[in-house]
């Protein structure tokens, strides 16, 4: 079960900000929503409260904690191991799942080249441009076929001619792999450009105020 549906949800943090609250959302498997908003909304809570890295103060979410291990997650800043290469970083979690190092090795060499990798794969995270270690993180993210993809503003720090390729890597994968994505951002550009689905958050108080369907047929390089 890679959809997701929440009700009710509320997070309040313990210094008494509400900073997610009433969202009623249903996601269908495979489809590609984007978390649009300004900063300070309640974008990466929502996300983290979905990826049950953080618990919501009121209502439910499907998927529960337990059932959500099939998850990936890529965070803003690419958090690599430095001491170990890209292939390393990717292989790792395979490695964790207790998948025989061979073919977890040949499964990360997979996911590096579906993000266009090959030839780094013996690099180390210093020695790569902020676009690279990007696309580790997402192959690091989709190593373990994950059907669920949470990314919290994976391209904000990367400059735009490699926020735009990733974006169209990124929908080419997509489209070929069809697990589904919730994706934050406050790139209205972005949000339309990828996602099938907008969700709009409003900055008060943390709700979602449009739903918007995105049905153009998707622009490609
Ligand atoms: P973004 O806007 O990119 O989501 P933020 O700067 O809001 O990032 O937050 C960065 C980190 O700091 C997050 O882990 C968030 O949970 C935490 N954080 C944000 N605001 C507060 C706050 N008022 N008190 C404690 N932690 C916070
Ligand atoms: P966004 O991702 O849209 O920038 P966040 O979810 O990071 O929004 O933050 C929503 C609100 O919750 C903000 O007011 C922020 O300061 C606050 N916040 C975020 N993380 C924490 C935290 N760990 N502790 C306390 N307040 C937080």
Redesign the pocket.
């Known amino acids: 079960m890679s959809g997701l549906a929440l009700q009710g949800v509320a997070k309040r943090?313990?210094?008494g900000?509400l900073?997610?609250q009433g969202v009623e959302l249903t996601v269908v498997e495979g489809d590609f929503v984007a978390l649009l908003?300004?900063?300070?909304?309640?974008?990466?809570?929502?996300l983290r409260l979905i990826a049950g890295l953080d618990a919501p103060t009121a209502g439910r979410i499907e998927p529960s904690p337990e059932a959500r291990r099939d998850i990936g997650f890529v965070f803003q800043e690419p958090t690599l191991m430095p001491w170990a290469t890209a292939l390393g970083n990717v292989t790792l979690p395979l490695i964790l799942a207790g998948v025989p190092k061979p073919e977890a090795r040949a499964r990360a060499m997979a996911a590096l080249e579906s993000v266009g990798l090959t030839d780094q794969h013996g690099a180390y995270p210093r020695t790569l441009s902020g676009g690279m270690r990007m696309r580790v993180s997402i192959a690091r993210a989709l190593v373990t076929r994950p059907r669920l993809l949470l990314m919290d503003e994976p391209f904000a720090a990367l400059d735009e001619i490699t926020r735009f390729r990733l974006n169209n890597d990124l929908l080419a994968l997509w489209e070929r792999e069809r697990f589904t994505v919730v994706f934050?951002t406050h790139s209205v550009f972005e949000s339309v450009y990828l996602a099938r689905r907008v969700l709009v958050?409003a900055s008060r108080p943390?709700r979602i105020a449009a739903d918007l369907p995105i049905d153009a047929p998707q622009p490609r390089d």
């Open positions: 943090y313990a210094t900000t900073a997610v908003g300004p900063s300070g909304c309640g974008k990466s809570t929502l934050v958050m943390g």
